[in-house]
């Protein structure tokens, strides 16, 4: 589903108060948006799969419209980002339920790997003046390519393939993060808050979903 945010370009320059302020807003839409997620994580816990599947196809639509009302309605962008963390949530709770169920410490672990690769390649991307276009558009291509090597190891078997599957995603998302901690430098839209957040909210989600797989295969 991340895919669907990405594709434009770096921005522009920004004033340093426009910066501070889009960068300060942003972070906190993240955050909020991630408390929604885990709520709704907790309370979808039983959800059936059919439900979650729903829950996941309404996220989608959430993003879609985020798409059209970022430059229409401030306060219904703002609300579809919430929505969207919410759905997830819930389409995600059974997932998530079942690797806290079999091993706790796997959900601790790739919880902890997340902030700090978050921090980490967030702050490179931040603080670098080298434009990271390209290195967004080539992840962009990368993750489409990942995709379907995921879609390819649903029927095939390919020896040690998962790990191979959230080494790569992991390479691939530390190029988005960059990218889009960047544009928060570059631009100076506020507007554009909530559809940077959705971004960098998906980027650490599909990040703790891979670290959830290499940490629960290790143990």
């Known amino acids: 589903m991340s895919e669907y945010l990405y594709g434009g370009g770096g921005g522009y320059a920004a004033t340093g108060d426009q910066t501070r302020t889009l960068f300060s807003q942003t972070m906190w839409y993240v955050a909020i948006t991630a408390g ?20 996941y196809i309404a996220a989608f639509v959430c993003l879609f419209g985020m798409r059209f009302s970022v430059r ?13 963390g919410a759905l997830l949530g819930l389409a995600l709770s059974p997932t998530i339920s079942y690797y806290a169920a079999a ?5 601790w672990s790739a919880g902890g790997a997340t902030a700090l690769f978050i921090a980490g390649f967030g702050a490179a991307g931040y603080a670098t003046r080298r434009d990271l276009a390209v290195v967004g558009r080539v992840s962009f291509i990368a993750l489409i390519a990942l995709i ?6 649903i029927f095939v078997h390919i020896p040690h393939g998962s790990l191979i599957y959230s080494v790569l995603g992991l390479v691939i998302f530390a ?9 928060l430098r570059r631009n100076s839209d506020l ?8 971004s960098i909210f998906l980027d650490a989600l599909n990040v703790f979903l891979f670290f959830l797989r290499i940490f629960s295969r290790q143990n």
């Open 36 to 55: 929604i997620f885990a709520l709704g994580s907790y309370v979808g816990r039983n959800l059936s799969p059919g439900v979650a599947i729903v829950c």
């Open 72 to 84: 229409r309605s401030a306060p219904l962008t703002v609300g579809l980002l919430f929505a969207v």
């Open 103 to 107: 091993d706790p410490s796997a959900v």
């Open 148 to 153: 379907v090597f995921g879609i390819v190891l």
């Open 175 to 183: 190029g988005l993060t960059m990218f889009d901690f960047q544009r």
């Open 191 to 198: 507007n554009s808050a909530p559809f940077i957040a959705a």
